[in-house]
């Protein structure tokens, strides 16, 4: 499942079908293009060319989705979402909903470091903040010091899950496991 994927069924409480699968595809066009926002027209039209849907199929499917996250949702994950509390009358747009989950998706992940008091061996962990998956690295032992150089790098590239291994592997790291 795509971090698309997750965070709206995170957010429906449904799994991408019908109206959130066009919102799904709407947020990944909006994500591809931040930080810029493109004009409604612009993404309607984009998520056209994916879905094969008509000029009226979009608009509706994106606010059906809306009123269904809005009446049925997880209230509480939206309003992480939108990084405030939602009153009842503030009902988000499709567009603000589409740019606010696209800005959410936005959010990196952090890697951090720990030690092992037993084994003096440390440890990498992460958490993606919108799958909620955790990455860990077994036990190995390493130099401290270049290992907070490795983990400020990961965190400063931003490194996503998917790349991580690939730039482990590649830092010498694999070889210090014992």
Same mark, same amino acid.
């Given at each position: 499942?795509?971090?698309?994927?997750?965070?709206?069924?995170?957010?429906?409480?449904? %799994?991408?079908?019908?109206?959130? /699968? @066009?919102?799904?595809?709407?947020?990944?066009?909006?994500?591809?293009?931040? #930080? =810029?926002? *493109?004009?409604?027209?612009?993404?309607?039209?984009?998520?056209?060319?994916?879905?094969?849907?008509?000029?009226?199929?979009?608009?509706?499917?994106?606010?059906?989705?809306?009123?269904?996250?809005?009446?049925?949702? %997880?209230?509480?994950?939206?309003? /992480? @979402?939108?990084?405030?509390?939602?009153?009842?009358?503030?009902?988000?747009? #499709? =567009?603000? *909903?589409?740019?606010?989950?696209?800005?959410?998706?936005?959010?990196?992940?952090?890697?951090?470091?720990?030690?092992?008091?037993?084994?003096?061996?440390?440890?990498?962990?992460?958490?993606?903040?919108?799958?909620?998956?955790?990455?860990?690295?077994?036990?190995?032992?390493?130099?401290?010091?270049?290992?907070?150089?490795?983990?400020?790098?990961?965190?400063?590239?931003?490194?996503?899950?998917?790349?991580?291994?690939?730039?482990?592997?590649?830092?010498?790291?694999?070889?210090?496991?014992?």
């Amino acid at each position: 499942m795509s971090r698309s994927e997750e965070l709206i069924k995170k957010v429906s409480g449904a %799994d991408c079908e019908g109206c959130y /699968e @066009v919102l799904r595809q709407a947020v990944d066009v909006a994500y591809e293009n931040l #930080p =810029r926002r *493109l004009p409604m027209h612009k993404l309607v039209s984009a998520v056209m060319d994916r879905t094969g849907s008509g000029p009226t199929a979009v608009p509706k499917a994106l606010s059906r989705a809306g009123i269904e996250i809005w009446e049925s949702g %997880d209230r509480n994950f939206l309003e /992480e @979402v939108f990084e405030h509390r939602l009153a009842k009358e503030q009902k988000p747009m #499709p =567009r603000e *909903l589409i740019w606010q989950l696209a800005n959410y998706l936005h959010k990196p992940v952090t890697y951090q470091m720990w030690k092992e008091e037993d084994s003096g061996k440390y440890c990498i962990a992460a958490v993606d903040p919108v799958t909620g998956q955790w990455l860990t690295v077994a036990p190995f032992r390493a130099e401290q010091l270049q290992l907070e150089t490795f983990i400020d790098f990961l965190n400063g590239v931003h490194a996503p899950l998917e790349s991580f291994q690939a730039l482990f592997l590649n830092s010498g790291f694999q070889e210090l496991f014992s």
